[in-house]
């Protein structure tokens, strides 16, 4: 996939103030289902916030709100002079949860660390491809698999990761989603049972919440961890009411149905902030949006008719009638609020005669092609299809016919990235460690073709 018709969006969530101070229970109105619960094989926000941002933990953490690195299941570390070995003290009498359909029988230790990295480094056969499709999409973008040369347990509470080379973010990269920690005894006893497949499905992690019941595309239900050994949850039990469409989270959080939602649509958020029961929560995005090309199908490993197709898109009516003025148009695959941004590349001009004029020159006549737009709101997309009718409208006035798809979004990030895939698909990027090269390498690194690129 190419990176193209970049457009970069805000972060904004709606809270409830007027819920009860005493109240035992959150309900948040997430925008979408998980692709499932062991965030390993996955790359999307929906499927982290639902996974390993409750259940799970890391060697390292972020500091809430900041991109600084913290310890988490390691309480110390030490790096090489040379930068390529990192030796993690993990903590002691951490506990993994208890459930329904686990038990542990002792507490996290070195294992469950090398288990969790070992497998997505393909050292576990048994573990390589433990559902029909899943990969560890994430692990190889990040060329985790190529920079990772060793994986040792000195001790019950001592590993040792030796680099082939060195690498500044790989710290900020142990404490992003991908790397939570999983538990090895589960995993044993599931591979056992002849039920791995179940590990994505009902998921044992240390985090502050245990999974208790998930109904596809409707709510899923966690309750406290009152073992973490962190701080403490504030509320008991943590309630996900999936609802993809932005009004109607609007509206049950208005109704007191749920406490907090994300992405509202634009033009609701002057609305949302009059409402005075309602806080508002904004900040400028770690995020891109972007058009997807995949360029080992024709025409688009042509770069004029990728050129061509960028030129046609009229970004800045995009931004005024989909983001209500709440965005900026992209010249950079990565956000000006991040370190390394080039203000000084030039932005892709809107020039439709200039588009007709290269697609003349590419040899493409009648091009007709599928424009994939995603099914959910992100903090970089509050609404593609909108964005696909209008970019439609604008392919339409160069000459080329569009057919717009959508389909589930899981179902969308898998069908999106297959080397096959026809047309362009609309997608984006929210950084997870504060570092260009979550970015750079993920969305266009060779290791990620396939993947996320």
């Known amino acids: 996939m190419k990176l193209s018709t970049k457009l970069i969006f805000g972060t904004v969530l709606a809270v409830a103030l007027s819920w009860p101070v005493m109240a035992k229970n959150l309900v948040y109105c997430s925008e979408g289902s998980p692709e499932g619960f062991d965030p390993a094989p996955y790359t999307s926000g929906t499927s982290f916030d639902a996974s390993s941002r409750p259940i799970y933990s890391r060697l390292v953490e972020f500091k809430k709100g900041t991109t600084e690195i913290v310890p988490g299941l390691a309480e110390s570390w030490e790096v090489s002079a040379d930068g390529k070995e990192y030796v993690f003290h993990l903590r002691k009498g ?20 090398m288990f969790s990295f070992l497998r997505q480094q ?5 573990w390589k491809e433990y559902t029909p499709g899943i990969e560890y999409e994430y692990y190889k973008s990040m060329d985790m698999h190529n920079l990772i040369s060793k994986i040792e347990k000195v001790d019950d509470y001592t590993v040792k990761m030796t680099l082939i080379r060195p690498e500044s973010p790989f710290l900020a990269n ?54 973490y050994f962190g701080e403490k949850a504030k509320v008991d039990n943590l309630i996900f009411s999936i609802t993809q ?26 609305n949302l902030k009059a409402d005075a029961n309602l806080q508002v929560m904004e900040g400028a995005g770690l995020n891109v949006a972007y058009v997807a090309f995949n360029t080992l199908v024709a025409p688009y490993d ?9 030129m046609a898109v009229n970004k800045k009516a995009i931004i005024e009638a989909v983001f209500e003025g709440g965005g900026m148009v992209a010249k950079n695959p990565i956000p000006p609020t991040m370190w390394s941004y080039n203000d000084a590349v030039p932005e892709d001009k809107y020039d439709p005669e200039g588009a007709k004029a290269l697609l003349e020159k590419a040899g493409v006549k009648d091009l007709s092609l599928k424009l994939w737009a995603m099914p959910v709101s992100r903090p970089y997309m509050p609404n593609a299809r909108r964005t696909a009718e209008m970019m439609q409208a604008d392919f339409d006035k160069i000459g080329v016919k569009t057919e717009i798809v959508s389909m589930e979004w899981g179902e969308y990030l898998k069908r999106a990235a297959e080397k096959t895939r026809d047309g362009i698909a609309i997608l984006g990027w929210t950084g997870d460690n504060g570092d260009p090269d979550n970015f750079m390498r993920v969305l266009l690194g060779c290791a990620a073709v396939g993947g996320s690129n």
């Open 174 to 227: 142990l404490a992003m989603d991908f790397a939570s920690v999983v538990s090895e005894e589960y995993a044993a006893n599931l591979e056992k049972a002849g039920k791995k497949e179940q590990f994505n499905l009902q998921p044992v992690g240390t985090g502050p919440f245990v999974f208790v019941d998930y109904q596809k595309d409707a709510v899923i239900r966690y309750k406290k961890f009152d073992g």
């Open 122 to 126: 393909g050292a576990i056969e048994a």
């Open 94 to 113: 951490v506990k993994f949860h208890t459930t329904g359909y686990f038990t542990p029988t002792r507490e996290f230790n070195a294992e469950d660390v």
């Open 302 to 310: 042509n770069v004029d008719v990728r050129r061509a197709l960028n």
């Open 245 to 270: 469409d932005a009004s109607v989270r609007g509206q049950k959080l208005i109704k007191g149905e749920c406490q907090i939602m994300p992405y509202p649509v634009p033009a609701d958020v002057k």
